[in-house]
């Protein structure tokens, strides 16, 4: 059941995938057209060498042929020996399908080894972003529910409130400038403001850890403020439910009811809402990422759509929708695994 | 609230129809909107946007006439100068005055949230009242379209169609409604499907009313509030996204001022200057702040869901 649930929900993602991979590639055509950067200042280049370079790329070729191309269409047809029904002769490299995400239009490089070499970090950034989110806004949000409508529960709602207005980048720059600027200035032991490890330091786990402080902080106060708004209404609505009466009523230990029968129930549908940024795992981040100069997917979009190498950006955000996609996808079969109700509708 | 209605309707002679319930029948759009004035939080952060656009509006007046400075005029003399009797909020590096600036970027960042916000309502809204209304295969392919624009990381998508526009305001905003379109179009469509099978909808067609009558007539008035509602509480996210743009260099460019990229110019200077980073910060929170707010408020009165 679940599995014909499962395979049911990955057929209906496959057209999904297919219709961001045109979408994203028809908004990078019409953005950038055939453009090669650089290409055109050069002056020692003749119009031939210039029509030369550029039927190599296969820019001379038609728009879907040149989509065929980077889906890896054309590599099969060529492969499975049906090459001469390819138009024109171009040289035909592997695609999408092949797992290549094409090559970088300024320095050459693959993007899928750029992509596989940034990943980490983002992955690390996020998780630990996603983890201090869900350790810090469960206590949070207990206390709030615990003390509603005292000048605590006010100052948490204040705090949840602010996180989701607050924004991030700017967020960052406050950080850096009093951990790292002024705590330097007055002599304290001041964070590093940017990347992952320092620079010719061989990079312990220390390091590491307060290269991720900041940025981490500024990515968790997103999630801190709704997890814990939220943790704080689900608490509420269980700890007036008939059971926890009836767990105190015959003399069970408030902090027993409260974290065992209470807490149990009500962190449950907390569950869905951290499911909910699954997709957003690698994508998320990319404004802190730039803020923080953390060398993740985010930073490579962002330097390399301001270096117009739009084959690589191009790669880059199909590469990130294909998570969601996914994303969407695993959260699904986790809910319909945690309710069955959802698998029948 | 409600006993001044009721004294109202006493007073000319109880002809007011009255519910079952015994207090006075009031229209739909009537009832919220005495909830929204109700909520002192609400009405005080819808004040101060509606301060806020006045402000923008009045910008060109204001730096005239009252600060006499324009907000691209360089002084070599006041450069990092900061917050005092000439230059309120401070000056930046090449001696431009923040609170000029700040009032103008005030222009971009509420231009953007109500444009946007207004394209958002209207292609979304059309494309879930469509889909809904018709159902079947074109209900299928739009929703579709939808999981398809949805799927693409919204600051990745952004990335990418600035590069296709030079942004200004008008095509700034068309880039970031391109994303939210799509929440906006799902949201009407699930309510359009719960209208359409209701008795008075079948009536209406029955008397011979046209496909395009009974959306523009019938339907829409029904979907509005969750329209209104959902442009309300997106106000905030679109503002904080223009910011991000702008800071990211893929938004409004210098030197017209907006808060965004006020803040990315005042990266570089921040750790001697720090009000150039503190002061247009304040001005994007202040603000996103007061439109969820707001939207918090006009969604606990006018969502139907929530009656």
Excluded at chain 2, 39 to 53: D, E, K, P, T, Y
Excluded at chain 2, 96 to 122: K, N, P, Y
Excluded at chain 2, 212 to 240: D, E, F, K, T, Y
Aim: proline share 5%; net charge neutral.
């Amino acid at each position: 059941m679940l599995a014909k649930f499962a395979l049911r929900r990955a057929l209906a993602a496959i057209p999904v995938v297919v219709g961001v991979s045109v979408i994203t590639f028809v908004l990078m055509h019409s953005t950038a057209g055939s453009y090669v950067p650089g290409l055109s200042l050069n002056p020692n280049l003749t119009a031939q060498q210039v029509a030369l370079l550029r039927s190599q790329l296969g820019l001379d070729q038609p728009l879907w042929i040149q989509y065929f191309d980077w889906v890896g269409l054309a590599w099969i047809v060529q492969h499975v020996g049906l090459g001469g029904l390819l138009v024109g002769a171009h040289d035909v490299t592997p695609g999408l399908l092949q797992g290549s995400f094409g090559q970088s239009m300024v320095d050459g490089t693959s993007v899928t080894s750029q992509m596989f070499d940034r990943l980490p970090n983002t992955i690390l950034l996020s998780l630990t972003a996603i983890l201090m989110g869900i350790v810090l806004s469960i206590p949070l949000g207990v206390l709030g529910a615990i003390r509603r409508g005292t000048r605590v529960d006010h100052l948490l709602t204040g705090l949840s409130v602010s996180g989701v207005a607050v924004p991030q980048f700017w967020l960052g720059l406050l950080l850096i400038l009093v951990l790292s600027v002024q705590f330097h200035a007055w002599g304290l032991p001041f964070l590093p403001s940017g990347g992952v490890v320092t620079p010719f330091s061989g990079g312990d786990v220390l390091d590491r850890i307060a290269h991720l402080v900041m940025p981490a902080t500024v990515l968790s106060f997103f999630y801190l403020a709704i997890w814990s708004r939220f943790t704080r209404s689900s608490m509420v609505e269980v700890l007036s439910q008939d059971y926890v009466r009836t767990a105190r009523a015959k003399g069970m230990g408030s902090r027993r009811v409260l974290y065992v029968h209470a807490l149990r129930n009500a962190v449950i549908p907390l569950v869905t809402l951290v499911g909910v940024e699954l997709p957003g795992l690698v994508s998320g981040g990319l404004v802190v990422e730039v803020v923080f100069g953390w060398p993740g997917i985010g930073l490579l979009t962002y330097q390399r759509a301001l270096a117009y190498d739009y084959t690589m950006v191009l790669g880059l955000v199909t590469f990130a929708s294909v998570l969601v996609v996914l994303g969407n996808l695993l959260a699904d079969v986790l809910y319909a695994a945690l309710d069955p109700r959802i698998r029948l509708a | 609230m409600i006993d001044q209605g009721t004294v109202e309707g006493l007073q000319i002679g109880g002809v007011v129809p009255t519910t079952a319930a015994g207090r006075p029948a009031r229209s739909y759009w009537a009832e919220s909107w005495m909830t929204l004035r109700a909520n002192r939080v609400g009405m005080a952060a819808g004040s101060l946007i509606v301060f806020l656009a006045v402000v923008a509006v009045l910008a060109p007046f204001v730096s005239h006439y009252v600060t006499h400075i324009d907000p691209t005029k360089q002084d070599l003399d006041s450069q990092f100068l900061g917050p005092g009797p000439g230059h309120w909020l401070g000056a930046d590096e090449t001696g431009r005055d923040t609170f000029t600036r700040l009032m103008w970027g005030a222009q971009v960042s509420l231009g953007v949230g109500f444009l946007t916000v207004s394209m958002q309502i209207v292609l979304g809204g059309g494309v879930g009242l469509i889909a809904g209304f018709f159902g079947g295969s074109l209900d299928n392919v739009l929703m579709r379209l939808v999981d398809m624009v949805l799927a693409i990381p919204a600051i990745f998508l952004f990335i990418l169609m600035s590069i296709l526009f030079t942004p200004n305001a008008v095509t700034l905003s068309m880039i970031i409604a391109s994303v939210g379109w799509g929440v906006v179009a799902r949201l009407v469509r699930g309510e359009v499907l719960s209208v359409r099978s209701r008795d008075f909808m079948l009536a209406t067609r029955s008397l011979g009313a046209s496909s395009a009558r009974l959306i523009l007539r019938h339907l829409l008035p029904n979907v509005l509030a969750v329209m209104i509602v959902a442009a309300s509480l997106n106000v905030g996210q679109i503002i904080l996204a223009e910011a991000a743009l702008d800071f990211l260099g893929f938004g409004i460019h210098p030197p017209t001022p907006s808060w965004g990229n006020m803040l990315s110019n005042a990266q570089t200077y921040f750790t001697h200057s720090t009000w150039l980073v503190i002061f247009p910060g304040v001005m994007i929170f202040i603000t996103v702040l007061a439109a969820n707010l707001f939207g918090n408020a006009v969604r606990d009165a006018f969502d139907p869901r929530l009656r």
